[in-house]
């Protein structure tokens, strides 16, 4: 006879007919390098809890239409078997939709090249996209199920917190019935905020809840106790801190004695829980998200739109680059009061990851670059007849159109005059003219005008600073997140038209474009936009260790190690002024490191590295 998988019923859940509390960590695979998987696990293991939970972010998986990946830090099969050799049961949210503080909830852009597209809706476009990926994804793991031979995954949830988007209970029970038809046998549940708990919930299908404080908590509390007086009730996001946007004030923080007393209530009260985040790792490239509103619900400061930070931190149990913190061993503290009333899918393993501690490396002199023009020899162009368009209407990469990174509109002006740029440009745009910086405004102040004094080459360069992830009812930010110039411009009222456009992705094929340029002597680039080059030497493999690269003196833009892209960097917006370097991605002997600089050129063009992060 076969396991018998998760059930929820008699206030409690249970395994193979055992009685048992879930205590769930949050850790993302695609947040963390694959060589540190295993420490993580471990430490998520020790801590007593006995479920992983990650989100599966179908834009890294299927960058392209129909072209899948699940290589290195994507292989999800094998973060799944590496959970169970470290005795962890498995929840998975497969999404469609994750929200995650991750470019547009995890849906890929390509998605935005149909004009007509409706996110997140029973929309037929978009629900054949979503059956495609659910055929190619879920077979994957699906073998892996307690109930198909006692592997570890015993619960799926469907979508993500859909009750504070919309409420199409038909759209919910087609994914539902997508993730059956494609081997999901286990318990499916859902799980939604405090806007959103009635307006996600399906028939027949455990409810679940997202919280931080107390008050919410309660409330939540009575609800899921009116619907669903028998099942057992469970936090699936209990957010352990915050994420940060450029331009805090401060590194979102939640102070250990809030931390505390939330905690305590919730496993009184709730009994199970899924610590949101337990490790939150890094937004690694241009994969993080944002937060916009509406014209008259304003986030903060006259600013409709906050880009999400490269570090995701969050204030977790796990530091960015996976130390323990006191969060951590306060959790350990109460978890283990409840060890009689946890069964464990296995015994913890000896731990045998140790990580080196962080090193400050010597400074690296970057030496090298290319101009913006040599840059541009690289990228993709096209020529575009008629108005500008976005990135994802570009004819490139077979038409998926662009997904990330910067966007370049060339034209060539016969006069000067009064330009206006009408409605919004996204998400933050440096215009030139004959190369010389004009001015820089960004999605904030639309309408944008200035005044150009005289004819010649005119640039606008756009840059992709992260699609928003989240929306409430009533809302269409999602689908209002195409990036560029989608707009009228014009001169003295005349209309601009005919653009040379340029793709700035730096995606691998593009970066192999770029070594293949000729690198030239740093004194013969005088101001940025430019890529700048240089090399860490490390004498030995005895020498890797993590470090953080110090940004401060620099503008604005992203560093890429040995063909990896670390992400963004904006010092002077904060307020994380560090960007994290994992050792296991340096190597003995020399490593290069390049610098896409669009705004500030330090005048010693260095890199400086140091053992802690300074995140604000």
Sequence with gaps: MGARGLEARDHWFWINGKKTRLFSGAMHYFRIPREYWKDRL??????????????????????????????????????????????????????????????????????????????????????????????????????????????????????????????????????????????????????????????????????????????????????????????????????????????????????????????????????????????????????????????????????????????????????????????????????????????????????????????????????????????????????????AVTMEMLPVNNGNGQSYGWILYRKTIEKGGKVNVKGQVRDRTLVFLDKKLVTTFDCDTPDFQFELGSAGVLDFLVENMGRANYQTIGQSIIHNQRKGLNNTVTIDDVALSDWSVYSLDFTEDHLNRIKKEKFSRIKKIKASPAIFKGYLKVTSSSSLADTFLDMRGWGKGIVILNGRNLGRYWPVKGPTKTLYVPGVWLSQGDNEFMVFEIEEIPSDRTLKFRKTPVLG
Excluded at 150 to 167: K, R, V
Excluded at 317 to 324: K, S, V
């Design 42 to 387: 471990i430490k998520l293991r020790s801590s007593g809890c006995n479920v992983l939970e990650t989100y599966v972010p179908w834009n890294l998986h299927e960058p392209r239409r129909e072209e899948y990946n699940f290589k290195d830090m994507l292989d999800l099969r094998a973060y799944v078997k590496l959970a169970e050799e470290c005795g962890l049961f498995v929840i998975l949210r497969p999404g469609p939709y994750i929200c995650s503080e991750w470019d547009l909830g995890g849906l890929p852009s390509w998605l935005l090249s149909d004009s007509e597209m409706k996110l997140r809706s029973t929309y037929q476009p978009f629900i054949k996209s979503v059956e495609s990926y659910f055929q190619e994804l879920l077979p994957h793991v699906t073998d892996l199920q307690y109930s198909n031979g006692g592997g570890p995954i015993i619960a799926w949830q469907i979508e993500n917190e859909y009750g504070s988007f919309g409420d199409d209970t038909d759209y919910l029970l087609q994914i539902q019935k997508m993730m059956k038809e494609n081997g999901v046998c286990e318990l499916v549940f859902t799980s939604d905020n405090e806007q959103g708990l009635l307006n996600g919930a399906v028939d027949r299908v455990l409810m679940t809840a997202n919280f931080q404080n107390i008050e919410l908590g309660k409330e939540m509390l009575q609800i899921l106790q009116e619907k669903q007086p028998s099942m057992p009730r469970m936090c699936m996001e209990f957010w352990t801190g915050w994420f940060d946007h450029w331009g805090d004030s401060k590194h979102q923080v939640w102070p250990l004695n809030e931390f505390e007393e939330s905690l305590k209530y919730t496993l009184e009260e709730y009994g199970n829980i899924n610590f949101y985040m337990f490790h939150g790792g890094t937004n690694f490239a241009f994969m993080n998200g944002a937060n916009e509103q509406t014209e008259n619900d304003q986030l903060k400061d006259g600013q409709d739109y906050l880009a999400d930070v490269t570090s995701y931190d969050y204030d977790a149990l796990l530091t960015e680059r996976g130390d323990t913190t006191p969060k951590y061993h306060l959790t350990v503290e109460l978890l283990s009061t409840y060890k009689s009333e946890v069964v464990y899918l296995g015994d913890c393993p000896t731990r045998i990851v140790t990580l080196p501690a962080p090193h400050q490396y010597d400074d690296v002199m970057l030496n090298t670059g290319l101009s913006m023009d040599e840059v541009l020899r690289s990228a993709v162009s096209v020529d575009i007849k008629g108005n």
